[in-house]
């Protein structure tokens, strides 16, 4: 893949030097970021971003099981309806290719915009702004054109077979474009941001966007067929004002062009959206974001900056530590337990690695609960599916108890083993009592708001009851795990079978689910299982408080 991209970057050498760079740094930087990015995991793609080598061909591993998924949505949305009725089916296959790509860049490419790790090397040389953020775009889009090629190679194929290679070559052209476009819409607000915003709070800023922009991107996904529906996607749509406002819908228009065929004023625009915006975009941020793009980034170290400045941190302080030093105090009960119940809390609230790969997942389950939600009231479902999307956005939890030994700062661990520690199943148990109480809970209390809100107040006992089963199946991914200290392990030194443990999991919720379902025919089924489920939870929570040195594994 590097040499290919090398080739590229030899063959549009005249565009990069019109755009003010100077090619053979940009080459030289990319060829360097490739090769490094082989020595590092990659957040979205799961246990496959895992690199046990320099020579790991993962990556490949990740674009095979895109090709797979791509083509199974592109099978069912492009294969059945009519000639005259593709706009939607294409509207929805963009949508896919650009959240992904947009999920795939916020989660593990937003870093490299802003990476500061080469700074002592860049910037006293003679590079320039506009070539270093040259670079580094490059270095982005290369991948996301990857991604977007596996997600849409079986669709491509699709409408060739039922419409004619030029209708394929449209439809991969602006697949491609698909990504230029959400690398033009995510990084534009990272600029603007880093000319508007201070220094010192950029990356706290950038972090908490990304987050938002990540649960937007799938909850939208998500919502757009069902608010679209069934029967719609083989009727003739009818334009409206507001499809000029929907990029992907400009994409669906451009190949909606040749499929119909069609040269209308409608279609026309469409045509012209989807192809001068992407590069309209990226010469806006060329010409007028990027001035300053060397000097920002000299002043955003955050490896070697304390965050955030010593006066605002000690305003805060007093507040802060007196709510949490009543918190520990009320869920606690030894003072190992209340130091890893503060030292936790701090951590996943300054994380920000912590809380990329672990918020946006909340909002994914919130977003997955509306989503069941919408089906269950159009399948006549209800009294099953809420109990389902209880259970399964209890799993999006789990991930913030996965990560919670995963830290870039590993190295601080060495602390565990010299300070006189006799038990360390009380730094686990506060540790988990922390995530509980400041993630487990909340989210719940939202998700039980919305369900109660949706289905009614009598509710609140199957609320009760999952939100208790979610903490035993917390508890029991906890002592089924290779327990580790917190925040002592690098992420690509866990040796965990996700995928047996991930099939556990399932088939614990499975199990337990149904069983649920099963109380609510029973008269007071479900009151009478709440304190024999809180005592299970106790019980567990107990085990994994005894916890020793023996059962500890030292990153």
Not at 57 to 75: C, E, M, R
Not at 458 to 487: C, E, H, Q, W
Not at 490 to 502: F, V, Y
């Amino acid at each position: 893949m590097t040499n290919l991209i090398l080739w590229v970057l030899n063959r549009i050498k005249p565009l990069l030097v019109l755009s003010g760079a100077n090619h053979d740094q940009v080459r030289a930087i990319v060829q360097v970021k490739l090769m490094m990015d082989n020595r590092r995991s990659i957040v979205t793609l799961g246990r496959y971003g895992k690199q046990a080598a320099e020579t790991s061909n993962s990556f490949t591993k990740i674009l095979g099981v895109y090709a797979l998924i791509g083509g199974l949505l592109s099978l069912s949305m492009l294969m059945v309806p009519p000639q005259e009725a593709m706009f939607l089916p294409l509207t929805l296959q963009f949508s896919y290719i650009m959240a992904l790509c947009a999920m795939t860049l916020i989660s593990d490419f937003s870093s490299v915009i802003l990476d500061s790790s080469d700074n002592q090397i860049i910037l006293p040389r003679p590079v320039s702004s506009r070539t270093l953020w040259v670079a580094r775009v490059t270095h982005i889009t290369s991948y996301l054109f990857a991604i977007a090629l596996s997600l849409s190679v079986v669709a491509v194929l699709v409408i060739a077979y039922r419409f004619g290679a030029l209708a394929g070559l449209v439809f991969l052209i602006m697949s491609l474009l698909s990504a230029v476009l959400m690398v033009f819409l995510t990084n534009v607000v990272y600029l603007v941001l880093m000319r508007f915003v201070s220094e010192e709070k950029v990356r706290e800023v950038i972090n908490y966007f990304q987050i938002v922009m990540a649960i937007l991107f799938y909850g939208g996904y998500q919502l757009l067929p069902q608010l679209i529906g069934r029967t719609a996607m083989t009727q003739v749509t009818t334009h409206e004002w507001w499809h000029y406002l929907v990029p992907p819908m400009w994409m669906a228009g451009a190949v909606d062009t040749i499929v119909r065929p069609a040269l209308d004023s409608t279609h026309l625009t469409f045509f012209l959206l989807a192809l001068l915006t992407p590069f309209a975009g990226l010469w806006f941020m060329n010409r007028f974001l990027t001035t300053n793009f060397t000097q920002t980034l000299s002043g955003i170290d955050q490896e070697n900056r304390t965050e955030p400045s010593t006066t605002s941190a000690q305003s805060a302080a007093p507040t802060n530590s007196v709510f949490l030093e009543r918190l520990s105090t009320w869920f606690t009960t030894s003072p190992l337990e209340r130091a890893a119940f503060g030292f936790t809390w701090r951590i996943t609230g300054r994380d920000r690695k912590f809380k990329l790969k672990t918020y946006p997942q909340l909002g994914f389950g919130l977003a997955y609960v509306v989503v069941m939600s919408l089906q269950s009231r159009r399948s006549d479902a209800s009294g099953f599916f809420y109990l389902f999307a209880l259970y399964f956005a209890g799993i999006y939890v789990m991930v913030a108890q996965y990560q919670l030994s995963v830290s870039d700062n590993y190295r601080a661990a060495w602390i565990y083993g010299s300070a006189p520690i006799r038990d360390p199943g009380d730094v686990l148990s506060g540790s988990l009592k922390a995530l509980i109480i400041k993630l487990l809970t909340p989210f719940y209390v939202v998700l039980a708001g919305y369900i109660l809100y949706r289905y009614g107040v009598d509710k609140l006992s199957d609320v009760l009851l999952a939100y208790s089963n979610s903490l035993i199946m917390l508890m029991g991914a906890a002592l089924l795990s290779t327990r580790y200290m917190p925040f002592s392990v690098a992420q690509d030194a866990l040796k965990q079978n996700n995928t047996a443990r991930g099939i556990a999991i399932s088939l614990v919720l499975g199990v337990v689910g149904f069983s649920h379902y099963g109380l609510t025919f029973l008269p007071y089924g479900v009151w009478i299982a709440i304190p024999l489920s809180i005592g299970l939870f106790w019980y567990l929570f107990r085990q994994y408080r005894r916890t020793s040195w023996a059962q500890i594994e030292m990153g």
